[in-house]
């Protein structure tokens, strides 16, 4: 069973960059269209972009294009959010989420259309 585990959330000032890192265990990641989303307390979870098992990407919270990216690696065993230009307003709980598909261009970041989730790692952005 696919497990993920999330991690390089951080305290980061306004400006700033980080990357977050989903890594996959216990099952081979290639096959997996991964999401990335976030809720901050007291706010709805919010569906940043996603990413297929062919490597489209998708961006489709507006607040965040042109500054978040998403990638994996060509072993596809990490995925990446790459964020950069940070704002208080990103401050949140980031969260990956995998479903298995044989396409090469479907992906979500809807939480209800993902079968695995992570435990979640922090950002936040604060002066």
């Known amino acids: 069973q696919l497990q993920l585990v999330e991690s390089g959330g951080d305290v980061v000032q306004p400006g700033g960059s980080l990357r977050l890192s989903c890594v996959a265990s216990g099952s081979t990641l290639a096959d997996y269209a991964i999401g990335w989303f976030r809720q901050a307390p007291g706010k709805e979870r919010e569906g940043i972009g996603c990413?297929?098992?062919?490597?489209?990407?998708?961006i489709f919270l507006d607040s965040v294009k042109g500054r978040f990216s998403i990638s994996r690696d060509n072993k596809r065993t990490t995925v990446w959010l790459q964020m950069n230009d940070l704002n208080v307003e990103d401050t949140a709980a980031y969260y990956c989420g995998a479903r298995a598909s044989s396409s090469s261009t479907w992906c979500s970041a809807t939480h209800t259309l993902l079968t695995s989730w992570g435990q979640g790692t922090q950002v936040t952005v604060s002066s």
């Open positions: 990413i297929s098992a062919g490597t489209r990407t998708a």
